[in-house]
């Protein structure tokens, strides 16, 4: 049902909403799609093992690999179903995280991922876009993968967050206060990325800032307002994503961004996006990209300068580059920015999982 609003002459709030839909409470979606023991065992341990790799106490390489964005449900799964035996294959060396993202921030205005919109067609069914999301979510970890996500409403996290291991803040709201204050009380690792205009700074101070309690606007459970009380988040680092002036994969980047991390009292952790403007948002450069960061990756290791640089970041899906809304759907290939396709995928696990031994 939806609630038209807006509408007397005499009203001065609202002018500009036209209307209210409700949805179900994250409570609600929660009880109707279950986390389960099970799975929720699974997700501890997954976050447990993200945020020893951050910790410096094991040393593999953390790879967030997986769509720009999903908006079909099956191609999604299908793609979970190749990445599940590659993230067993490479256990020893790499801890595999699909990144299952709903939400996309746009530049101006576009399609806003699959929560927001699923349909595609404007027709905006939140709910569906919810119901999906998490079942998805649920079936990708029965396949035994951790999942990474974007966050971007604040309060769509109620609805998802407890099948989430790794979470990302992005590019556009780095910055954001809202955004630091949410990650303060999520309950996984997550990495702020620099500014789109390449600030790295920014994305230090999301980290501080969410290490530390906060009382903020929230909903709870049941859907209902509520003023928010979190603990803090000490599980966050920073993504080197590149930026206006270019990409910012390279050793001295890390090095200084590891440098600034230390100097603001923060453990000193760096996951390298391989995409955006580390590879001006070209999929075939993003597979020399990530081949280069390997063995940025194994140098750093071979010379002892510690585990600075923790994890790579991917987009892949099962058919290279992206297409565009409006006609038929290539099944499998990318509705936002051009993703690796898995042949390229699956040898540029292989390169990290060599230079991570
Ligand atoms: O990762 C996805 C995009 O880079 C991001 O959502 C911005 O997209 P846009 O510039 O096409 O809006
Ligand atoms: C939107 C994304 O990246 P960024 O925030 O770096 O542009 C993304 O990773 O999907």
Redesign the pocket.
């Not at 690792?189 to 101070?205: L, S, Y």
């Not at 960061?293 to 892949?316: H, I, Q, T, Y």
């Given at each position: 049902m939806t609630i038209t609003t807006g509408s007397t002459t005499q009203s001065t709030s609202d002018r500009r909403v036209t209307a209210f839909s409700p949805i179900p409470s994250p409570e609600a979606l929660r009880t109707e799609l279950p986390l389960t023991a099970r799975r929720a065992e699974m997700v501890q341990r997954d976050r447990e093992e993200i945020a020893a790799i951050l910790a410096g106490q094991d040393d593999r390489m953390i790879v967030v690999v997986g769509p720009?964005?999903v908006h079909d449900p099956v191609a999604a799964l299908d793609y979970a179903r190749r990445l599940a035996p590659l993230a067993k294959e490479y256990a020893d060396s790499l801890k595999i995280v699909m990144r299952v993202y709903f939400e996309?921030?746009?530049?101006?205005?576009?399609w806003k991922g699959l929560i927001n919109d699923p349909g595609m067609d404007g027709s905006f069914d939140v709910e569906r876009g919810l119901r999906t999301a998490r079942s998805l979510l649920l079936d990708v970890i029965d396949l035994g993968l951790p999942v990474g996500c974007e966050f971007l409403e604040p309060t769509s996290p109620q609805y998802i967050a407890d099948t989430v291991s790794w979470g990302a803040i992005?590019a556009?709201t780095t910055e954001s206060q809202v955004h630091r204050q949410l990650v303060s009380g999520l309950s996984m690792p997550v990495g702020f990325k620099n500014g789109t205009d390449g600030n790295i700074q920014v994305a230090i101070d999301g980290v501080k800032a969410a290490a530390s309690e906060h009382v903020f606007f929230g909903v709870d459970d049941f859907g209902r307002g509520a003023v928010v009380h979190t603990a803090g988040n000490d599980e966050c680092h920073v993504i080197l994503r590149g930026g206006t002036p270019g990409p910012n994969y390279d050793a001295q980047s890390v090095a200084d961004t590891a440098a600034k991390l230390e100097k603001a009292g923060l453990s000193p952790k760096v996951m390298v996006d391989c995409?955006?403007a580390n590879s001006g948002?070209d999929h075939e450069r993003q597979a020399e990209v990530a081949v280069e960061v390997a063995e940025a990756f194994a140098a750093n290791r071979r010379e002892g300068n510690g585990p600075v640089l923790s994890g790579v970041m991917l987009?892949s899906f099962l058919v290279a580059g992206a297409q565009s809304l409006g006609g038929e759907l290539v099944y499998g290939q990318s509705v936002?920015?051009k993703c690796m396709g898995w042949e390229a995928s699956a040898s540029v696990l292989d390169a990290l999982a060599r230079a991570a031994r």
């Amino acid at each position: 049902m939806t609630i038209t609003t807006g509408s007397t002459t005499q009203s001065t709030s609202d002018r500009r909403v036209t209307a209210f839909s409700p949805i179900p409470s994250p409570e609600a979606l929660r009880t109707e799609l279950p986390l389960t023991a099970r799975r929720a065992e699974m997700v501890q341990r997954d976050r447990e093992e993200i945020a020893a790799i951050l910790a410096g106490q094991d040393d593999r390489m953390i790879v967030v690999v997986g769509p720009c964005s999903v908006h079909d449900p099956v191609a999604a799964l299908d793609y979970a179903r190749r990445l599940a035996p590659l993230a067993k294959e490479y256990a020893d060396s790499l801890k595999i995280v699909m990144r299952v993202y709903f939400e996309k921030p746009r530049t101006t205005v576009g399609w806003k991922g699959l929560i927001n919109d699923p349909g595609m067609d404007g027709s905006f069914d939140v709910e569906r876009g919810l119901r999906t999301a998490r079942s998805l979510l649920l079936d990708v970890i029965d396949l035994g993968l951790p999942v990474g996500c974007e966050f971007l409403e604040p309060t769509s996290p109620q609805y998802i967050a407890d099948t989430v291991s790794w979470g990302a803040i992005g590019a556009r709201t780095t910055e954001s206060q809202v955004h630091r204050q949410l990650v303060s009380g999520l309950s996984m690792p997550v990495g702020f990325k620099n500014g789109t205009d390449g600030n790295i700074q920014v994305a230090i101070d999301g980290v501080k800032a969410a290490a530390s309690e906060h009382v903020f606007f929230g909903v709870d459970d049941f859907g209902r307002g509520a003023v928010v009380h979190t603990a803090g988040n000490d599980e966050c680092h920073v993504i080197l994503r590149g930026g206006t002036p270019g990409p910012n994969y390279d050793a001295q980047s890390v090095a200084d961004t590891a440098a600034k991390l230390e100097k603001a009292g923060l453990s000193p952790k760096v996951m390298v996006d391989c995409s955006h403007a580390n590879s001006g948002k070209d999929h075939e450069r993003q597979a020399e990209v990530a081949v280069e960061v390997a063995e940025a990756f194994a140098a750093n290791r071979r010379e002892g300068n510690g585990p600075v640089l923790s994890g790579v970041m991917l987009e892949s899906f099962l058919v290279a580059g992206a297409q565009s809304l409006g006609g038929e759907l290539v099944y499998g290939q990318s509705v936002t920015d051009k993703c690796m396709g898995w042949e390229a995928s699956a040898s540029v696990l292989d390169a990290l999982a060599r230079a991570a031994r």
